[in-house]
């Protein structure tokens, strides 16, 4: 019988989102979690009677300097992440970091440079991609079930947890963001943002973005704390059949519609155009039920073991924050579009995944 490693655990930041960090660290039989450190006594005062055997600290140092720590799990504002990343890396640990990576592309570039050389794996926390319904849909476009991609859009929205140092769109629409670069793995070549805030002293709290690719495929993302419903619902078209993923769904997440249009020239009037429906059934896969925490921390220490790049590496987080920045230039030009950089970091590592059996699906 195979001895299952375990990978000696810190976490940094354990509010919202790092309490399930926390969580699935503590429950995995990958890790041991040594150390949780965060700023609020009260945080750690709930750490300490949920976990026993889990040392605390209010001080991050404290778990970066940990000799017995080989994997920092940064869970704290994005401000933060640079800093402690670098200084984790630094350190000789292995990195995740929760999502965005970085305030800025600057910063992003740097870590990932800084992982390269120390030869550790970063990994960005966009846990929508390690979901079942995200990898089923990933599966289903690479096979080029869905034909050419022709949209893209999406609704997620709720009556908010507003942020000082966060706009909805870096707090929400980095989602989509991350998903569209993991189902398509190709970068659109412009975005633009409208935006507005209706809270004194805090960020925009509502957005509508549009991405553009090449072949005139277009995303759109509609985020919003200001509603009085909670949606997270995805709708892609392609010319083959549509998909519609609705996150909030508890059993019947992704239904595939065999659903089209199709148009054609009226021969006895060379300018008529008519149009053809296509209204076929629907399918309802069947997913796992796996919590993607668990699945995304399995594929990290697979990556750390056997020196596998991650689906959500570097330079995923990379991509996704330059297209932050291109809407923050948006927003302040009143959604003018903004060209997206193309260079290094523009491709995509395809790291465990299926072989593509067509490319028709991809933008």
Not at 19 to 32: G, I, K, M, Q
Not at 259 to 278: E, F, P
Request: one cysteine or more.
């Amino acid at each position: 019988m195979t001895q299952i490693r375990k990978h000696k655990v810190g976490v940094i930041g354990c509010g919202y989102w790092g309490t399930n960090l926390v969580r699935n660290f503590r429950e995995s039989p990958r890790a041991d979690l040594l150390v949780v450190a965060d700023s609020d006594e009260k945080r750690l005062e709930r750490v300490i009677k949920l976990y026993f055997n889990v040392a605390v600290t209010r001080d991050w140092r404290d778990v970066v300097d940990n000799p017995l720590v080989e994997v920092v799990a940064i869970a704290t504002p994005v401000s933060n992440h640079f800093e402690i990343g670098m200084a984790a890396l630094a350190a000789g640990k292995h990195v995740l970091m929760a999502k965005p990576m970085a305030a800025s592309s600057e910063q992003c570039k740097r870590l990932m440079d800084a992982a390269r050389k120390a030869d550790r794996t970063l990994i960005v926390d966009h846990t929508f991609v390690y979901t079942d319904a995200v990898r089923k849909i990933h599966d289903i476009v690479a096979a080029g079930e869905l034909g050419k991609i022709l949209y893209y859009d999406s609704t997620r929205i709720n009556l908010g947890l507003f942020q000082t140092d966060s706009s909805v769109v870096w707090d929400l629409a980095v989602h989509d963001l991350a998903i569209i670069d993991y189902l398509f793995g190709r970068r659109p070549t412009a975005v633009s943002c409208i935006a507005a805030g209706h809270v004194e002293g805090s960020p925009e709290n509502i957005a509508f973005i549009t991405l553009f690719f090449p072949d005139g495929a277009i995303a759109h993302v509609n985020v919003n704390w200001m509603s009085p419903v909670k949606v997270r619902q995805i709708l892609i078209g392609g010319d083959k059949k549509m998909i519609i993923f609705d996150d909030v769904e508890p059993t019947e997440k992704i239904r595939i519609y065999d659903r089209g249009v199709a148009a054609s020239t009226d021969k006895d009037h060379m300018y008529r155009q008519l149009m053809t429906y296509r209204i076929g059934g629907v399918e309802i896969p069947a997913l796992p039920g796996n919590e993607a925490l668990k699945t995304e921390f399995n594929h990290f220490f697979d990556c750390i073991e056997q020196g596998k790049q991650p689906i959500t590496d570097a330079a995923s987080g990379l991509r996704t924050v330059q297209i932050l920045e291109a809407i923050n230039l948006s927003i302040a030009q009143r959604g003018r579009a903004v060209d997206l950089p193309q260079e290094a970091g523009g491709g995509h590592a395809f790291a465990d995944l299926p072989p593509a059996a067509s490319q028709a699906g991809r933008f």
